[in-house]
Every structure is written in C-alpha cells, then in structure tokens.
C-alpha cells in the first residue's frame, strides 16, 4: 500500500490554541494598566478552518475542538474557543453537522441571497463586506434571539481587498443597528507579520479611531482587527475577538520569531516510507532532467511522495527530509492508517532509547509521485534492504520527531509560506487523527 501519510496531532492543536489564549489574557493584563481601548475582559477566540482546515481536514480539526483534544472525551467543547471561522458555505455546513453548536462566521459573508436565507437557517454569523450582502441583510433580518442576528461589518483600512470605506462605515452600522443586529467592527492587517511595517500603525489607527466613534453611538459594537500574526504583534488592538489562523497549525506568522520562540507545535506531520534503495556511482544522474550527479558512489533512496501528494515541486537544494532508521516501529501512526490510541507525545525525541532520525537531502527534482533522497550517511551498506519501509518524515513536529524538517523550512526551501504548503496538500496522502482512525 502507497504510505505518503498526514497525521494530525489534536494535542498540538489544543496547545497552540491554549498559547493563543495566554497571549490573549497577557495582552488583557497589560491593558488593564491605564489604556484607553481596555477591554472588560480577554478577547474572544475564532479559530480559523477555512481552506479545509489550512489543509490538516475540516472534519478532524472540528472534531478535535470538539473532544478537546481527547477523542474519547464526547462532552467537553475546547473552552478557549468561541467560534470557529470559514470561507464557504460548504465547510460552515460541515462544521454545524459535525455537531458545533457554537459560533460560526462566514468570513466573506454570503455570495448570494440564497446563501443569506442558509446561514439564518443553520444559525450563522456573516460578514457584510459589500452593498448586496447589507441588502439581503436588510431585506430579511434574523430574529434578535438568533446568533445570526450579529453581522461582522468589514472594514477596509488598507488591505483593499473587502470592506467598506472610511467614509461609508458609520452610515452603514447605524443602518444595521437600526434594523436591529448586533455588531462587530472587523478589519484585517496587509502586513501584521512585520512588525515595524508603517501600513500597521495606520490601520490601527484608522480602526481605533472609528470603534471608538462608533461606541458612542452603538455601545454594544464590538472589535475584532488580529489574525495571528497582530495576536503576536500587537496585543493592543486585540479587542473584542481575535482570529487565529496559522499558529493554531504550528506554524510562525512572523517574520522575526520560530515556532519554538512562540512555543507553537506543528500539528501536522507529512511522512511516508522509503520503497527503493540504490548505489549509484560518481558521474551517475538521477531523475528528471538529470539535476543531480554524485560525486562519489552513493546511496540513493526512493520514497514515496511527490507533487501529487502536495509536495513542491520548486523546493531548492536546502530542502531535507528526516529518516527515522532501524525502529520505524517507534512511529507507527505515521504510516499506518490503522492505526488507533497513539498520541505522538508518546515519543519522546529526546530520550535515547528513540532511535536516530538522520537528516537527508533532497536531490534531484521532485516527481509526481516519488522523491529521491542521499541515505549515503544513514545506511550500513551490507544491509541495504533492512531500511526499506524506513518512515521518512517530509514535515513535522522538531519538537517530538527529532531532527525533522519543520514546515516553516520547507516553506523556505520552496520560496513560498507555510500557509501555501499546507492548503495544496492532494486528496492522494492517507489522513489520520492521532489517538482516532477518521475516513
Ligand atoms: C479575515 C481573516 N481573519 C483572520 C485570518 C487568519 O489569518 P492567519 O492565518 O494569518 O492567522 C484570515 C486568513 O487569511 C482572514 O482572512
């Protein structure tokens, strides 16, 4: 059976959530102290799923929120989490269906009238960003018991791509309070991942600036202006609701800090198995368009990934993979997609009893369904075949499979975000929720 696998760690994803909510309550603290926009208490969370879950699966992140992390927990909602954000109106159905019963945003509001009439049946909250979507907001209101009866009124403050002006906002709130809804005032950073950015300073303000004018006129209004990045960046302006996106995943959403700086886990591990080994002599070529030539006799391996799977294509010559030798046995949940009750916390990187993961490069160019990598320093060459089915970990979690490449590397090696990698992750890769089979 092909072994390119996704495993998604729920435990990683609940800490990661856990450190947003502690940035949260600091930022909270801190303002208590004096500042003009102090807010009664820490911000709400939304966690961001759209895209399918930045790629990690819709379903099992839902589920993982739901059972907190522990699946054979079947009542205890993750209590940092207020509301989960999406993109379309397919995923927000499959999020209430899971059985959400919270918040759901809709984070570009509805794309039709149709569309309006769905999120009032199935109790979601939308964004109106644009004339129609305050007109079908108009045209049939939610009722006041409703959730939908809150809207999230979008402001452009720089980004320019949705929202509305400077000089249409208040009209437009007094509207919506006039018809009854509940408000928060949104806004979205072009460039929160680089702090010293000028854009940020104005946007802040601009948003500030209108809260502040529109809390006079509609105290009820709330805030909410932070992806990630501005959650790390800019704990002044975390009001009313943050919405966290990349770091729930494990991810950096900045330019100047590493996961292990901001203690985010990687929640997804992307691994797979060796199927080949082969000596090649100096002056050889190997794969498409013969890129690369050993210099000396080599050991190559064959593993079984490539682009199909979501693997780029484009990665230059710093990308590596990390073979996990002799005791794959150690990680059997990132190959097996039967496997059921392990958690990755179970292994323990630094404890030496878990055998070497060796780092490998990458050579060669990536193909549509396998890459090849230099096990010339991890192999014992009078026993080639006994690392076949070796697990190969493409991404992961450093701090738990040691040594492996983590996601914001590879992120670099393609000269792309790890945001990008993650969303164009094929169907082809075997999915699994650590401490649960899903699919
Ligand atoms: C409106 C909005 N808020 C929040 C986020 C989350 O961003 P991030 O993943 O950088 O935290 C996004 C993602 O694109 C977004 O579009």
Known sequence: MRTATISIDPNALNHNIEQVAKLCSQAH???????????????????????NAYGHGLDVCTLALLHNGNLTNNQNNNQNVQAIGVATMEEAIQVRTLGWEKTIVLIEGVFSEQEWQTALRYEMQCVIHNQRQLD?????????????NTVWLKYNTGMNRLGFSTEEIIPIAKQLDGAGYQQVLLSHFANADDKNHPLNTKQGQLFVDKLTELRQIIPSIKGSLCNSAGIINFPEWHYDWVRAGIMIYGASPVIDKTVNQLNLQAVMTLSTRIMAIHQISAGEMVGYGSRWTPKKTSYIAIISIGYGDGYPRVVDDTAFVTVVTDDSSKYPHLTSPKVGGTALSDNNADNESVSPAIICP??????????????????DIDNIDKYLDSTVILWGNPTQIKNCPHIDEIAKSANTISYELLCRLTTRPKRQLLGARVG
Not at 136 to 148: H, K, M, R, T, V
Not at 362 to 379: E, P, T
């Open 29 to 51: 603290t801190n303002l208590q102290n004096g500042h003009p926009q102090n807010q009664s208490k820490p911000a709400n969370i939304m966690v961001m799923l759209k895209a």
């Open 136 to 148: 079908w907001a108009l045209q049939s209101i939610a009722n006041s018991d409703s959730p939908s």
């Open 362 to 379: 990458i050579i060669g160019r990536v193909a549509m369904d396998m890459l090849v990598i230099d096990v010339s320093d991890v192999i």
